[in-house]
């Protein structure tokens, strides 16, 4: 059993880093509630901006609080560890699709933007995987394997050590 006040930092730690990565997961989403992509977001948004910004910092706060405060009900470090490289590592895998859905589909149309515009969208979206996607799903699935084998190399506390060992 690992002392308290490191089993507390470690869960703090996680929940914080989790908070920020569902921060980049839920900041699309709230844009898309508040109305700030489309043709009416041109207009006087500042007052819909900061409702969108303290609604994110709740939201961050609460995933924060709930992802620590799961996290250090853990007894087994490396289980505590374990978890929350895997809560990281999925919260990491969430953040591209959901910064897919921010994305103009009729502008890689050749049809509606012309060839040279879709063409010019395409490598746009080329670039964007390769230096925005692909550090983040790979590093989302490193954190998700490795926790989830962290996890199951470990036995909870319900489980005796002798099941946990092949024979």
């Known amino acids: 059993m690992p002392p ?34 489309g043709p009416a977001a041109d207009l006087d948004t500042s007052a819909a901006v900061e409702k969108m910004q303290i609604v994110g910092a709740i939201i961050t706060l609460l995933v924060t609080v709930a992802a620590a405060a799961a996290l250090v009900r853990i007894p087994n470090m490396r289980r505590l560890i374990g978890w929350g490289c895997a809560l990281l590592g999925v919260s990491l895998l969430l953040t591209i699709p959901v910064n897919l859905l921010m994305m103009d589909p009729a502008a890689h149309d050749a049809a509606t933007a012309g060839a040279r515009a879709a063409s010019d969208a395409n490598t746009a979206l ?42």
């Open 126 to 167: 080329f670039f964007w995987a390769l230096i925005f996607g692909l550090p983040y799903i790979g590093g989302g699935l490193v954190l998700t394997i490795m926790g989830i084998v962290l996890v199951r190399k470990n036995p909870g506390q319900g489980q005796p050590a002798a099941a946990a060992t092949p024979r």
């Open 4 to 37: 308290t006040a490191i089993k507390w930092l470690a869960s703090i730690a996680f929940g914080l880093l989790i908070g920020r990565t569902a921060y980049s997961v839920f900041n699309p989403l709230l844009i898309l509630a508040f109305g700030l992509n």
